[in-house]
C-alpha cells in the first residue's frame, strides 16, 4: 500500500523529512469507538508504510481505557522489533495520570509537544 493509498479515519498524517507525525482525531481511545480499526491504522504505518520515525499526537485525546493503552504499547513494540522510534506527545492530563498510575509513562516515549517529540526521534 502506497501513502497515496492510505486514508486512515482516525488520523491525521504529516511528514516531515523522515519522521512521520500522526495526530489522533478522536478525544476518546475507548470501546465506544472502533479501537481495532484504531490500531489498523497506527499499525499499517509500520507495516505497510515502512514508518520507522513516528510521532504520535494525543492533543485531542481526553480519555483511554486499557484497550486504548494496549494499542500503545502494540505499537511501541512494533517499532522496536524494527528498530523503529515512537514517540507519544501533547498528552492530556487525564490520560497522563494514566500512563503515571500504570507506570507506562517510563515504559513509553512521551514528550509535551511535537517539536520535543520530533527532536527526540530523530535521536
Known amino acids: 500500500m502506497s501513502s497515496s493509498e492510505f486514508t486512515p479515519r482516525y488520523l491525521i498524517l504529516d511528514k516531515r523529512g523522515e519522521t512521520v507525525i500522526a495526530t489522533i482525531r478522536v478525544t476518546t481511545l475507548t470501546e465506544d469507538m472502533n ?16 514508518c520507522r520515525k513516528l510521532v504520535v499526537s ?12 494496549g494499542k500503545m504499547i502494540a505499537l511501541h513494540r512494533k517499532m522496536h522489533r524494527v528498530q523503529g522510534v515512537v514517540v507519544f506527545c501533547h498528552v492530556q492530563h487525564a490520560v497522563e495520570d494514566i500512563l503515571r498510575t500504570s507506570r507506562l509513562i517510563t515504559y513509553l516515549s512521551v514528550q509535551p509537544d511535537i517539536e520535543s517529540a520530533v527532536t527526540a526521534v530523530a535521536g
Open 35 to 50: 479501537l481495532e480499526q484504531f490500531g489498523h491504522e497506527l499499525f499499517a504505518l509500520v507495516e505497510q508504510l515502512g
Open 58 to 69: 494525543m492533543q485531542d485525546v481526553q480519555m483511554i481505557t486499557s484497550a486504548g493503552l
